[in-house]
């Protein structure tokens, strides 16, 4: 199990050649937030940011991110489905969670993603409605759906009872 932020900031290189690539920029999910589509990779200065596909990860590191080669780095046009998410700027760190039914569950300050398949496992919040049941820190197993935003994302109502503490443990009611 990877955590977002961590994976951010880490060396990207590529096993065919031995080359060092760039840095992990940003870490891009699909429009439902539940897997990682790729990377968004930073060469450097005065190089435009290009991305890596999931399935040209061969391995994420403790200290880097393995790629098969230099070839599987791309400019954003040439994924389109990270280039659509990207274009619509949805973001998952830094927004507010909210059920449909308008509860506030709490800002997502991070979030945790099998390195293997790529699943998104689930969402570290602080705030909202039960951060003093929670000491101001809960978790949010994947739920069924999400609807990520801008400054905003959605989830069912039904996913309030499967918020737990940092421990892994259910709220109390639950």
């Not at 506030?104 to 293997?116: N, S």
């Amino acid at each position: 199990m990877q955590k977002a932020s961590e994976v951010i900031g880490r060396t990207v290189v590529a096993r065919e050649g031995g080359k060092t690539i760039g840095k992990v920029k940003e870490i891009v999910l699909n429009q439902s937030g539940t897997r990682v589509l790729g990377f968004v990779i930073d060469e450097g200065l005065f190089k435009s940011d290009k991305v890596v596909a999931w399935g040209a990860v061969l391995a994420i590191g403790p200290d880097s991110v393995v790629i098969s080669s230099p070839a599987s780095v791309v400019k954003v046009n040439e994924a389109p489905d990270i280039k659509s998410v990207l274009d619509k700027r949805l973001n998952v760190r830094g927004t507010r969670l909210q059920t449909t039914t308008g509860k506030d569950l709490g800002k997502i300050d991070d979030y945790q993603f099998d390195e293997t398949s790529g699943n998104v496992i689930g969402f570290e919040l602080s705030g909202g409605v039960f951060a003093d049941v929670f000491k101001g820190k809960s978790f949010l197993p994947t739920p069924s759906t999400l609807e990520l935003g801008q400054e905003l994302s959605f989830v069912g109502p039904e996913a309030e009872a499967t918020l737990q503490d940092s421990s892994g443990n259910l709220r109390e009611g639950s």
